[in-house]
């Protein structure tokens, strides 16, 4: 067992672009269903807004790459607008399915052959790095240390979504920590009553759809800035492992998401580099190293099915919030 | 427990003079707040809700009784636009309301508390009352991003919700969840809330049920509290004692329409109450629906 490579891979999960991506996401999460309640179940389409909405700015419409961002951005915004003005006046559970059927059609979308042109359909798009590369205040040359150790660009991709971590981790304090925060919490334990009291709360469940929307969308830009764009990421599953460091940290918590994103890349890169040395040193038997690199997908699971039975408010929830859940 | 023994010695002075012309159903009042007209709600074959004229009269409280399934507290989601009747027109101090949806009517100060209680369970009591407040524009997107911008405001707020804790004996719970509070405590802290708003007119529906014994009499003086602020108030009770305590004019429902209405004591003696309680309890005891009151007629036809 090669334990210096598995502990250097591991320590890169700590501090990645997919960390980070997850991070933004689940605090989109946190703001969709933590705080206003409403069930996201399509958070992997707006990452997918977020990711093509940046690359197809740049190659088709020849973008800069913070114009990109800013398309991405409109784009999501747009998105929650088709999704919540159908939905939000009904039951929350409605959300919930039109949103994971938003995201499938949407993948779908970009993974036709129709479009191949503007989308690379199954091959994705890459290659659109040229602007955000030229804007690149870093010098050529390596950073960090150990198994922390960057190329000009990497750091750049770093530093950039570190930044915009913080920007929204600040921005969710406020909002929580506020008198709009206060309506939709309120709003998250009985519309009606908030109803009652003169709120118009149609109006800020759009309003936390949206932001919700584009932080996931954030997340989905801060994903693609390394490499490529692939329609084979922004499944389903994407959204339940989302959903999973979500539930990990704490719902209901504005630091919880990003722990949990943390703590979910951690365990992910921990496990596809031990698993398959296990099988090859002989310590599974029965099984394939193929196989027990997806066996971790199949512990998320277990791991996601424990939490909610055991720890339900996640690591950084308030225990005293579950006495009174029905 | 009789009657007697919960009645104060002399009950509060009750506002009269409130009807124009002989008294009967849907009599006109001489100030109305509220105005219904051919207000009708089906569900499916069932008529919830079928109201031909009713005004209810502005400053005084107003009772709404009736047997259970009469249909008070679906009048009370038309009236506030939690619900849409299939037929009529009604207006709040002349504001026609068809098609205002619940928020807006609120915003007007026509504020309600539900029969089954909305306490917000996992915020505090405190900030379920700040919810309450109006004019805080940190409740605004962009401005809640500047705390500078709404503080002072805050402080405000919360100086108001406290008076009203400690007027509903909740302060000493300001920083427990809504959640932890009993049944009786939700149904007060959901009436302070309510009072949050700057109310004109504030509806309760059944602000009693569930109000342990030894609250009611307080209950009785905040409800009594609000007239004398200039508020109106509306509510739907079965506890008769508090009816005849407190209201000013009672209206009565059954089977969605209004059989009778009146001053407290005339009402009772109406043979069409009588016969609308009885009528869809024939072998209850005319008390144990109604209350504690004893009826001078037992329901005999
Ligand atoms: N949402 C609904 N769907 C179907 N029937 C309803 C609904 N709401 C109320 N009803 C019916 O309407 C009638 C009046 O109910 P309600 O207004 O709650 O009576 P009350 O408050 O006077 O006890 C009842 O027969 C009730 O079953
Ligand atoms: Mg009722």
Redesign the interface.
């Known amino acids: 067992m090669d334990w210096s490579a598995i502990f250097s891979n591991t320590a890169q999960g700590l501090f990645s672009p997919a960390t980070m991506a997850f991070a933004l996401a689940a605090l989109g999460l946190a703001m969709h269903f933590g705080f206003a309640g409403l069930l996201n179940f399509g958070i992997a389409g707006f990452m997918a807004i977020g990711a093509y909405g940046y690359a197809i700015s740049i190659l088709t419409f020849g973008f800069e790459w913070w114009q990109g961002i800013l398309v991405s951005l409109v784009a999501s915004v747009i998105f929650s607008l088709i999704l919540g003005i159908p939905t939000l006046r009904l039951r929350g559970d409605y959300l919930a399915i039109v949103t994971i059927a938003a995201a499938e059609i949407l993948r779908l979308l970009f993974l036709t052959n129709a479009f191949v042109d503007v989308t690379g359909s199954a091959d994705g798009l890459s290659g659109y790095h040229n602007s955000f590369r030229a804007a690149n205040p870093f010098p050529v040359g390596d950073y960090g240390f150990g198994p922390w150790t960057y190329n000009n660009n990497e750091m750049w991709v770093l530093v950039l979504g570190l930044l915009t971590l913080v920007i929204c981790v600040s921005i969710l304090l406020l909002l929580i920590n506020s008198p709009w925060g206060r309506v939709i919490k309120g709003i998250r334990e009985d519309e009606d009553a908030v109803r009652a009291l003169g709120k118009n709360v149609f109006a800020y469940k759009m309003q936390a759809l949206i932001i919700g929307g584009i932080f996931g969308s954030l997340g989905g830009i801060v994903y693609a800035l390394p490499s490529s764009v692939n329609p084979g990421v922004y499944v389903t599953s994407l959204t339940f492992f989302v959903w999973t460091a979500l539930l990990l940290g704490g719902a209901a918590t504005i630091f919880g998401p990003v722990l949990g994103a943390v703590i979910f890349w951690v365990l992910q890169a921990f496990l596809s580099n031990v698993l398959p040395q296990l099988v090859s040193s002989g310590l599974l038997p029965f099984i394939s190293s193929i196989q027990a690199s997806t066996i971790r997908f199949i512990l998320v699971g277990v791991g996601l099915m424990l939490l909610v039975i055991y720890r339900p408010q996640g690591i950084l929830g308030d225990k005293k919030e579950l006495t009174f859940v029905k | 427990m009789s009657s007697s023994a919960n009645t104060p010695a002399n009950p509060a002075a009750k506002t009269t003079g409130l009807h124009i012309g002989e008294i009967r159903p849907g009599v006109a009042k001489v100030d109305p707040i509220v105005t219904i007209d051919g207000v009708s709600r089906h569900f499916g074959g069932l008529t919830a809700v079928d109201v031909e004229h009713l005004e209810i009269p502005r400053g005084a409280i107003t009772a709404l009784i009736g047997p259970n399934g009469a249909g008070k507290t679906t009048l009370f989601n038309l009236l506030?636009g939690?619900d849409k009747p299939d037929t009529g027109t009604w207006s709040f101090a002349g504001h026609a309301l068809a098609g205002i949806?619940?928020?807006?009517v609120?915003?007007m100060g026509q504020?309600?508390?539900?029969q089954l209680t909305?306490?917000?369970?996992?915020?505090t009591v405190l900030?379920?009352m700040?919810?309450?407040a109006?004019d805080?524009r940190?409740?605004?997107?962009l401005?809640?991003?500047f705390?500078f911008l709404?503080k002072a405001k805050?402080a405000e707020i919360e100086a108001k919700a406290m008076e009203l804790l400690k007027r509903f004996k909740l302060d000493t719970k300001k920083d427990d969840?809504a959640?932890?509070l009993s049944g009786g405590q939700r149904k007060l802290l959901?009436m302070a809330?309510?009072l949050?708003?700057d109310p004109v007119l504030v509806m309760l529906d059944e602000p009693m049920a569930g109000v342990n014994p030894a609250l009611t009499q307080s209950l009785l003086e905040h409800v009594l509290g609000l007239k004398k602020e200039g508020m109106t108030v509306l509510f739907v009770e079965h506890d008769m004692h508090m009816v005849r305590h407190i209201a000013d004019w009672v209206i009565v429902m059954a089977e969605g329409k209004v059989v009778a209405e009146g001053p407290a004591d005339q009402v009772m003696k109406n043979p069409a109450v009588i016969d609308a309680y009885l009528g869809s309890h024939q072998d209850d005891d005319l008390g144990t629906i109604t209350g504690r009151i004893t009826l001078p007629k037992k329901g005999k036809k």
């Open positions: 506030t939690f949806p619940a928020f807006k609120a915003q504020v309600r508390t539900f909305k306490a917000l369970s996992l915020l900030e379920n700040k919810l309450g109006k805080q940190g409740e605004k997107l401005y809640s991003l705390p709404w805050e969840f959640a932890s959901e809330r309510a949050m708003t």
